[in-house]
Antibody, heavy 121, light 112 residues
Framework: QVQLQESGPGLVKPSQTLSLTCTVS??????????WSWIRQPAGKGLEWIGRIYTSGKTEYNPSLKSRVTISLDTSKNQFSLMLNSVTAADTAVYYC?????????????WGQGTLVAVSS | DIVMTQTPLSSPVTLGQPASISCRSS???????????LSWFQQRPGQPPRLLIY???NRFSGVPDRFSGSGAGTDFTLKISRVEAEDVGVYYCMQATQFPRTFGQGTKVEIK
């Protein structure tokens, strides 16, 4: 069974860069037809898709965040990462990583438990 | 972006009774390939979302058959035939027909 686990600082100062890593276990991040996404959820609010990375290294980002987001892949560690720069309080949220079937079925089938990142000085 | 609107926002239900959640999209979700990419997720308190239904009506692996999805075009429904205590949580619809994927605002299912 595929499992995902987010890790990274829980507190980031305004204007700085948020950096998170998702470690995948129970399967190779490079195998199959899946790609890998980040999704966030501000406290008490709904879900926002941030972006995804394919095993080829191709990335796709939500236009609302595109100018500030970078997603990368480290197949040797079975990890993918999120960087969000110039953060403000509006970026305070629980950040989830998820496996993304982006072609035939188009769903997120496995999710990490999520990690809360607060943006505050 | 396609806007997904769910109703109601809150649904108090008696145990053993049915529950129904509506999801409406601002544009048709029928893709050029003829498929409709509408999914439903359940989020129990303190947990990540869990995939229940994909492509309108297909139950994901391990999802009880009391959950069913239906609809077409811009109007979709998630039904729980007999609500159990473990069904308490927030339910989200999500469209994946148009980039970027977008979610509804969520419907909270709680026990009366």
């Amino acid at each position: 069974q595929v499992q995902l686990q987010e890790s990274g600082p829980g507190l980031v100062k305004p204007s700085q860069t948020l950096s998170l890593t998702c470690t995948v276990s129970g399967g190779s991040i490079s195998s199959g037809s899946y790609c890998w996404s980040w999704i966030r959820q501000p406290a008490g609010k709904g879900l926002e898709w941030i972006g995804r990375i394919y095993t080829s290294g191709k990335t796709e980002y939500n236009p609302s965040l595109k100018s500030r987001v970078t997603i990368s892949l480290d197949t040797s560690k079975n990890q993918f990462s999120l960087m969000l720069n110039s953060v403000t309080a509006a970026d305070t949220a629980v950040y989830y990583c998820a496996r993304d079937e982006a072609s035939v079925l188009r769903y997120f089938d496995y999710w990490g438990q999520g990690t809360l990142v607060a943006v505050s000085s | 972006d396609i806007v997904m609107t769910q109703t109601p926002l809150s649904s108090p239900v008696t145990l053993g009774q049915p529950a129904s959640i509506s999801c409406r999209s601002s544009q048709s979700l029928v893709d050029s390939d003829g498929n409709t990419y509408l999914s439903w997720f359940q989020q129990r308190p303190g947990q990540p979302p869990r995939l229940l239904i994909y492509k309108i009506s297909n139950r994901f692996s391990g999802v009880p058959d009391r959950f069913s999805g239906s609809g077409a075009g811009t109007d979709f429904t998630l039904k729980i035939s007999r609500v159990e205590a473990e069904d308490v949580g927030v339910y989200y619809c999500m469209q994946a027909t148009q980039f970027p994927r977008t979610f509804g605002q969520g419907t909270k299912v709680e026990i009366k």
